[in-house]
């Protein structure tokens, strides 16, 4: 079975700071993605980013970038210098390769950036 | 097109009510997927549809029937909710091989009274 912890349940930056959400994956399966999505306080939840199992290579989008290290199965997002329009929710999320299509979520990190 | 819409956006029913839930998509994925999500929690996968067929039953109790008509439409029929059953019910659709991403609607809030 799989599983995705987001240990920090609520944080909140003032605006600017750099800010790391934590995600911790478990699953037996050697080829597997992991995802990190937002949701904002209109519900839609946002694709962010994709990474499979055998690329290691942190990736940085803008102000986003993401540290994915096996050997400690975590998929860590950081944004740098953080916006308003950064509070959401975000969500990081597993799902295996091939036989079953079922995304599973962490739990879930309330971003809150104050002005 | 990269959008999954869902509507109504807000639905208020009765337990004794029937109501549908709409979503649509125009991007030629041929799986579609039904999640709910209450407050402060992560979604949860109700269905999946594959091709068109049901592929995926999380053990949804039977007043939640879903429908998918075509490759580009996916219904959820409601029928005697329960108030627990209020919560944020959201579409997505993917392309079928394992890894690709979900694409979400914007969900329908749903209380039931």
């Known amino acids: 079975a799989q599983k995705v912890t987001q240990a920090q349940t609520e944080i909140s930056v003032v605006e600017k700071e750099d800010v790391t959400l934590d995600c911790v994956y478990e699953?037996?399966?050697?080829?597997?993605?992991l995802f990190w999505y937002k949701q904002p306080p209109s519900g839609e939840l946002v694709f962010l980013i994709r990474?499979?199992?055998?690329?290691?290579q942190n990736e940085i989008s803008g102000r986003y970038s993401w540290n994915f290290q096996k050997s400690t199965s975590s998929f860590n997002f950081t944004i740098t210098a953080s916006q308003v329009v950064d509070s959401a929710v975000y969500f990081c999320?597993?799902?295996?390769?091939?036989?079953?299509?079922?995304?599973?979520f962490g739990t879930g990190t309330r971003l809150t950036i104050i002005p | 097109d990269t959008e999954v819409t869902q509507t109504p956006k807000h639905l208020v029913m009765g337990m004794t009510n029937k109501k549908s839930l709409k979503c649509e998509q125009h991007?030629?994925?041929?799986?579609m997927y039904w999640y709910k999500q209450k407050a402060k929690k992560p979604p949860e996968l109700m269905f999946v549809?594959?091709?068109?067929?049901?592929?995926i039953n999380e053990s949804v109790p039977s007043r939640f029937s879903p429908e998918c008509p075509n490759s580009s439409l996916l219904n959820l029929h409601l029928h005697a909710l329960q108030p627990e059953d209020s919560a944020l019910y959201l579409c997505a659709s993917s392309q079928l091989t394992g890894g690709e991403k979900l694409f979400f609607g914007s969900g329908t809030q749903l209380s039931v009274l």
């Open positions: 699953t037996r399966d050697t080829t597997y993605y």
């Open positions: 991007m030629g994925h041929r799986a």
């Open positions: 549809y594959s091709y068109e067929k049901l592929s």
């Open positions: 999320a597993l799902r295996i390769d091939f036989g079953n299509e079922k995304l599973t």
């Open positions: 990474r499979n199992s055998f690329d290691e």
